[in-house]
């Protein structure tokens, strides 16, 4: 009976002793606001989850409205333990990404991931990352993604004829998960080196791996560790943990380390961006041998001590980025623009008049394409409704002064770019959709970090003309020789998942009709 009484004070007060710690830490927490020594206005904190808190019970997009209408443009938040500034002030937007981007060189996202995605541009930092981005960016020129089009201009005539084989069974289907199919082949045919020929229901295997690159796993513990503390993620990463399961690694790596190895020995040649990293290095080495014969001539001729070519790990590191970047955002801008079809008609009428108008039935070349203005001005109109990011984000190297407020080196800086492009104080009648706001006149008179949704300044979107491009292409073949309608499961409005990138919760169900002639 003593015993009893014993252990069972001792259980009591040890639940007495976790309870008023507990209490202790969320009054430490609250009190241990950075934002009330800078003088930043905003919310208050909330221990451990930060602002996560309210992202899980409201959507991201509306969280970033009310915080923004509630505490003004600049607003001190905590994302998880880490303390960060929403700005929406468009000058200090544009000091930070463009005009001091020296001072914002590097990113939070992706800190301390590791595994596969260790040596892409969205893990590097300073001199790595410029090192890196400019081996990759040639990849992305007019040149080089004319060359790709071949590859793309393929997978875009399967994506049409999917399209077609719906409007002859007279199906109504979800165009979500076709523009999925769409983006992961012309992706992984033009950027990786591999061909997933998803849309002809062809190599299941490599698919199911491949997408638990891109799925958001809610039972992945070390996702939660990444979002609640960065510099507990940065320490797993360093220790080999990484976000992405060991077998899909293994699976994927095997895949593409043999096409690099094909390439090397000159048995392959593809126009994707691996022959282009391995003849880059080609073309490097060839250089040098040149330099080392005139060197005694011009001394001055060094080549300095940055890194020019990529090894095998690293261009399936960048390879693999490609993939998880382009993948979502491309089906996404697909999947909203076609939605935008069905319930505007009209606006899809005369995106088809302008496709026949300088198409007619010729083959769609990558000149033509580019020649589509009113196309472009309503792609440009479904990014700004739908813009797959909802936020950008930056890391002061140094202290900063933003604007009225002093930065100390390392804080995050965010920019909600869903907010921006919703608000009312730039863009009249927010939520409707109006291609013409993208008009060469209507353009002009706008502050240039009204439109953000491939970022801006030297850490934008590297794939941005990539993911025109394709979203173009696919467009341009399927509006040519099918109308797209709305259906009885057509969600107007669509819900949003609540996810960082912005995706229709239950996908787009359409009707597809051939177009007679
Ligand atoms: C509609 C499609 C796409 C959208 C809306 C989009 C948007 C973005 C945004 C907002 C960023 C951050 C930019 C910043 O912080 O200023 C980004 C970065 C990036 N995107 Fe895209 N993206 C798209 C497609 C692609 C594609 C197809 C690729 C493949 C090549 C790609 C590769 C990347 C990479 C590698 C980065 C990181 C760049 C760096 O850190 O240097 N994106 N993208």
């Known amino acids: 009976m003593a015993y009893f009484l014993i252990t ?14 507990f209490i202790y830490y969320l009054y430490r927490a609250r009190k241990n606001n950075i934002f009330h020594r800078l003088r930043v206005p905003g919310p208050e904190r909330i221990p451990v989850l930060g602002e996560m808190f309210h992202v899980i019970r409201k959507h991201m997009t509306t969280h970033d409205t009310d915080l923004v209408r509630q505490y003004g443009k600049v607003v001190g938040i905590y994302e998880g333990t880490a303390p960060a500034l929403l700005v929406t002030d468009l000058d200090l937007v544009r000091n930070v990404l463009i005009k001091d981007s020296h001072v914002f060189i590097n990113r939070r996202s992706m800190e301390g991931i590791g595994g596969p995605l260790e040596h892409a541009l969205i893990a590097l930092k300073d001199e790595e990352w410029k090192n890196a981005r400019s081996i990759v960016s040639p990849t992305f020129s007019s040149a080089k993604l004319k060359a790709m089009y071949t590859l793309m201009n393929e997978v875009g005539d399967t994506y049409r004829d999917r399209l077609l084989e719906y409007a002859d069974k ?17 992706i992984s045919s033009c950027l990786f080196g591999i061909e997933t020929n998803s849309l002809k229901n062809e190599n299941a295997t490599l ?45 994927v790596s095997n895949i593409v380390n043999h096409v690099i190895s094909q390439r090397r020995q000159h048995l392959e040649r593809r126009n994707d961006f691996i022959q282009m990293m391995i003849d880059h290095e080609e073309a490097v080495k060839d250089e040098e041998g040149m330099t080392e014969q005139t060197e005694t001539k011009d001394p001055r001729q060094q080549w300095g001590t940055l890194k020019k070519t990529l090894n095998d790990k690293e261009i399936f590191s960048q390879g693999l980025l490609f993939l998880t970047a382009g993948f ?31 198409l007619g039935n010729d083959e769609i070349t990558y000149e033509k394409l580019n020649r589509l203005q009113y196309l472009e001005m309503a792609i440009n109109e479904t990014l700004r409704m739908y813009p797959p990011f909802i936020r950008l984000n930056r890391v002061a190297s140094y202290d900063y002064q933003l604007g009225d407020y002093h930065v100390p080196k390392g804080s995050s800086i965010n920019v909600p770019v869903y907010q921006i492009h919703h608000d009312p104080e730039y863009w009249s009648e927010p939520e409707k959709f109006i291609p013409e706001r993208f008009s060469p ?24 003309r990539f993911a025109l491009l394709e979203a173009k292409l696919a467009i341009a073949k399927s509006l040519r020789d099918v109308e797209l309608q709305k259906c009885e499961k057509t969600e107007v409005p669509l819900q949003l998942g609540k996810v960082n990138t912005l995706k229709a919760k239950n996908g787009v169900w359409v009707r597809a009709v051939r177009r007679s002639e």
């Open 8 to 21: 069972d004070s001792i259980t009591t007060a040890l639940l007495i002793l976790l309870v008023v710690t």
């Open 170 to 186: 007279q199906e109504i289907f979800n165009i979500n998960e076709l523009n999925g199919q769409y983006a992961l082949d012309s």
């Open 207 to 251: 698919i199911k791996h491949l997408k638990k690159f891109f799925t958001v796993d809610f039972k992945n513990i070390f996702l939660y560790i990444f979002l609640i503390s960065p510099r507990l993620a940065r320490y797993l990463g360093g220790k080999g943990y990484s976000i992405f399961p060991s077998d899909a690694i293994n699976y």
């Open 328 to 358: 979502e955002t491309t089906s996404a801008l697909l999947s909203f623009f076609f939605y935008f079809m069905t319930i505007e008609p009209v606006v899809q009428e005369k995106v088809y008049e302008e496709i026949k108008q300088e």
């Open 441 to 464: 006149a209507e353009k002009v008179k706008r502050h240039p970090m009204t439109f953000l949704p491939f970022g801006d300044g030297p850490r934008n979107c590297i794939g941005m």
